[in-house]
């Protein structure tokens, strides 16, 4: 790459890597019982809880992505980071409070509760670990290119670092360590973007406020059906954000429905805090990095910027910041969601529980996305992102809104929803990721963009089988719908 | 590893169980039992939630929803930047904190109703 690696930006990168690791140390001491390890002994509450989640949340994709898809693609990429925020609002007023009062520690143990059916169950978990294994390549993948544009290393020595570094963080200290590391990775991503920006921003005014222009656009990928391609996203983010396994685990740790709904609304004030952000980097990597826009590596944009505008020493530290920034949202995603599809390979795959088991399942749960991007050829970080979102939207949304507000959903439903819908955009993302159906045309745009359809088949699937099975509605759907939405002060036996 | 007469490790992550104390009203017992009052309670405080979700989803749904076509009609790249750069965050939690003031009211309500006290 262009900048060579600089001694500092390195040290940063160490420095968070070695931080994550102690934090998550710090953490194994005090996570005693299995309920600490697995979910923090529900004592979260809604401030630190809203860090954690925006910390896990806050991904490759929004700290690199969204800066280069604007960079290539103009302002009309805005919209990623408007819809993973809009995405919580949705959430929190369908979903939040009843999620948390469902006692669900993961989409297939809210699925059973609801349907009380194991078939159910284990296709949720299978759409669970689908969903995260899609959405754990991107990151991986960033973690390479960083690594590859700081150090000058073999692209997939940064994918095996964050890999193992998550494998050591989660298996040790389970859910309570992961809460602080998640807090603490939230304010270090802020800081690590919000600094570089101010300084970025003065070089600017002191090279006498160049206009940016937004003029060419080289939207190879989008150059036919942009506003189809807009809408897909919009649909795939605001209805894919309650569905993601990571986000949901964190609901659990909340103490009570009232609180879940707290954390949901200082989750939307510290997110998009952040997003006001990395468009400041797209637009300045446009009028200083314009070759990002033709070559490949449009996510290193936020990286480069610093050597290019300030340079010098100053330059290198800002570059440093920025690149442990970098390595702190590929390791607070990555481990959430390592987090959670292990959960459910240790529930629904191995054949005991217990921690040692959940260990194993760890290794497992991050070993095949990494096998994963070290062969799958790079898609923009964004995209690959928002590909995990369309089939969260496809699947899980309509299962947990339908299933917390609709008394006549049957198992049968549920699964013919979740093949249908879930299975149709999985199906799709495999398709476009596999390149065989190639830009332009509409086949292409409705693969690539599934969300605008695969969400209504996928609600429509459910209801209208439902609607034909009246039969199998489950004995115990009063009683679930009871506990959903009863204020926990009012459901005896529960403390509080 | 183990012999196989050895019972199964289970982890358990629910809440621990205790005793149930006696319902102190009688709206109260009647939806713990589950009867067609208790069951019309449920349903009420259902509905008004469920009005509350849709109206805060309604405004959502309509403003992302004809934005594009604003752009696509407009042509304008600061309008753009403006509204999706900056000015959405605001709203979008304004909202959240709308809605959650008036999930809690309805709770609050709730608990009146089924507490037998009267409306202030």
């Known amino acids: 790459m262009s900048t060579p690696g600089h001694p500092a930006a390195v040290a940063a990168v160490a420095l968070v890597v070695l931080a994550t690791v102690l934090v998550g140390g710090f953490g194994l001491r005090i996570s ?23 910390g896990e ?59 009380e059916s194991q078939q159910v169950r284990r296709l949720v978990s299978v759409f669970v670990v689908g969903a995260g294994w899609v959405y754990l390549v991107p990151q991986l993948q960033g973690a390479g290119l960083t690594l590859k544009i700081l150090t000058g290393a073999p692209g997939w020595l940064g994918d095996v670092l964050v890999a193992s570094v998550v494998v050591v963080a989660v298996a040790a ?30 070089a600017w005014q002191g090279d006498g406020r160049p206009r940016v222009s937004f003029e060419e656009q080289i939207s190879v990928f989008r150059a036919d059906h942009p506003l189809y391609a807009t809408y897909g996203l919009i649909v795939a983010t605001f209805l894919g954000t309650m569905g993601l396994p990571h986000v949901v685990v964190r609901f659990y740790t909340s103490p009570n429905g009232r609180d879940a709904r707290r954390t949901t609304v200082a989750v ?21 990095a314009p070759e990002l826009m033709h ?26 910041l920025l690149a442990g920034g970098a390595f702190a949202a590929f390791l607070s995603t990555a481990s959430g969601l390592t987090m959670a599809v292990a959960g459910v390979i240790t529930q629904d795959v191995l054949p005991s529980r217990g921690v040692r088991h959940f260990r194993l399942a760890t290794v497992l749960a991050i070993a095949v996305p990494l096998a994963g991007s070290l062969v799958i050829s790079r898609v923009p970080v ?21 299933g917390i507000w609709w008394r006549r959903l049957t198992p049968p439903g549920a699964i013919a929803g979740l093949l249908l819908g879930g299975g149709s955009a999985l199906l799709s ?56 939405h009863l204020p926990e002060a009012l459901t005896s036996g529960r403390g509080r | ?72 009609a407009l042509h304008s790249n600061a309008l753009v930047w403006a509204v999706l750069g900056f000015t959405t965050y605001p709203p979008l939690t304004l909202a959240a904190w709308w809605y959650v003031r008036r999930a809690e009211r309805n709770e609050h309500d709730f608990a009146r109703l089924v507490e037998g006290r009267p409306a202030p």
Not at chain 1, 32 to 54: C, E
Not at chain 1, 176 to 196: E, G, H, N
Not at chain 1, 269 to 281: D, E, N, R, T
Not at chain 2, 33 to 56: C, F, K
Request: charged share 15%; proline share 7%; with cysteine.
């Open chain 1, 295 to 320: 070559g490949g590596d449009a996510d290193a944009a936020v990286l480069l910027l610093p050597a290019r505008v300030i340079g010098g020493l100053g330059g290198d530290l800002l570059g440093a």
């Open chain 1, 382 to 402: 964004a995209d690959a992102v928002g590909m995990a979102f369309a089939v969260s939207a496809s699947s899980f949304c309509p299962l947990l809104v339908l």
């Open chain 1, 173 to 202: 200290g389970g859910m309570r360590s992961i809460t602080f590391v998640q807090v603490f990775q939230y304010w270090l991503k802020l800081t690590a973007l919000l600094v570089p920006a101010v300084f970025l921003v003065l």
């Open chain 1, 57 to 115: 949340y806050l991904s490759a994709a929004s700290f690199l992505g969204i800066a280069g898809l604007v960079l290539v693609h103009g302002p009309d990429m805005l919209w990623y980071p408007v819809g993973y925020t809009a995405g919580y609002l949705v959430l929190l007023v369908f979903v939040a409070a009843p999620l948390r009062r469902s006692g669900a520690y993961t989409l297939p143990d809210f699925a059973e509760g609801r349907l």
């Open chain 2, 1 to 72: 590893m183990s012999a196989e007469s050895t019972p199964r490790r289970e982890v358990v992550t629910g809440e621990p169980r205790r005793v149930r104390p006696l319902p102190r009203y009688r709206a109260q017992s009647e939806i713990d039992e589950q009867t067609a009052l208790g069951g019309a309670y449920v349903r009420s405080l259902m509905r008004s939630q469920l009005r509350a979700g849709l109206t805060a989803f309604a405004v959502l749904a309509l403003v992302a929803g004809t934005l594009p076509l604003v752009f696509e």
């Open chain 1, 429 to 484: 993302v495999a398709i476009t990721v596999s390149g065989a159906v190639r830009p332009p045309g509409w086949p292409h745009a409705l693969l690539a963009w599934p969300a605008v359809w695969s969400v209504p088949v996928g609600f429509l699937a459910m209801i209208l089988v439902s609607l034909a099975t009246p039969g199998r509605v489950p004995p115990g759907t009063n009683a679930a719908m009871t506990r959903f």
């Open chain 1, 268 to 288: 939307l004030a510290l997110v998009g805090l952040f997003y006001l952000l990395p468009p400041v980097y797209g637009a300045l990597g446009r009028l200083y």
């Open chain 1, 32 to 54: 005693r019982t299995t309920s600490d390890f697995y979910v923090a002994s529900r004592t979260v509450r809604p401030r630190l809880n809203a860090a954690a989640i925006s």
